[in-house]
């Protein structure tokens, strides 16, 4: 069975609309992790080697949203879409993405 989080990330700033918290939908075999530092935060599913599998969420200092995607066990698939600081947004396109 597939878990459903939803993560209210509660840093100043990350998250815009609390009422409507970021959904991360990790695949059985991984856990979900958060990540906070000076270069921002980042939310995703890791595997049992430490390594991003399934959905991710990256945030700039203020809380502004910097990339979201999904990757397979530490490499990027699907599309990717990365945000400048600016608020201009690029996507991405890696091979297509397993089904998790």
Do not use: Q
């Amino acid at each position: 069975m597939r878990k459903m989080l939803a993560l209210l990330v509660l840093l100043a700033g990350c998250g815009s609309d609390p009422a409507a918290p970021p959904l991360i939908d990790c695949p059985d075999t991984t856990a979900l992790e958060r990540y906070h530092d000076s270069a921002g935060t980042w939310v995703g599913c890791l595997d049992r080697d430490l390594k991003c599998h399934g959905p991710f969420i990256e945030y700039y200092p203020d809380g502004t949203m910097k990339e979201r995607g999904n990757c397979d066990h530490g490499y990027n698939c699907g599309d990717i879409e990365e945000w400048d600081e600016s608020g201009h947004l690029t996507t991405w396109s890696y091979d297509p993405c397993p089904d998790f």
